[in-house]
Nanobody
Framework: QIQLVESGGGLVQPGGSLRLSCAASGSIFMINAAGWYRQAPGKARDLVAI???????NYADSVKGRFTISWDNAKNTWHLQMNSLKPEDTAVYYCSANLVIDGSHYAYDYWGQGTQVTVSS
């Protein structure tokens, strides 16, 4: 059984920083891509940042220059460093992975349970 567990959310003042972490566990053969999404109240879940196994990075325009995704593939963990946070960054942040489990030929998307990030003074 595959599990993705996030940590690091919380309350921070505007201009502050937070670091989110995601740890994937279970019978993982390989991870093709690891990323972060967020969902604000009443809005759709949107991509924040994603990294693929070939090292490609993609960020939402709204976070470019402020957020950095990093991936420790050997440990099946990835992080989202969030700097210069703004109130509009407030959302539930979900980590996600496209991965292949042991014994399978197919890749599927898996999600964490979400962690709340609130940016407010």
């Amino acid at each position: 059984q595959i599990q993705l567990v996030e940590s690091g959310g919380g309350l921070v003042q505007p201009g502050g920083s937070l670091r989110l972490s995601c740890a994937a566990s279970g019978s993982i053969f390989m991870i093709n891509a690891a990323g972060w999404y967020r969902q604000a109240p009443g809005k759709a879940r949107d991509l924040v940042a994603i990294v693929t196994d070939d090292g490609s990075l993609n960020y939402a325009d709204s976070v470019k220059g402020r957020f950095t995704i990093s991936w420790d593939n050997a440990k099946n963990t990835w992080h989202l460093q969030m700097n210069s946070l703004k109130p509009e960054d407030t959302a539930v942040y979900y980590c996600s992975a496209n991965l292949v489990i042991d014994g399978s030929h197919y890749a599927y998307d898996y999600w964490g349970q979400g962690t709340q990030v609130t940016v407010s003074s």
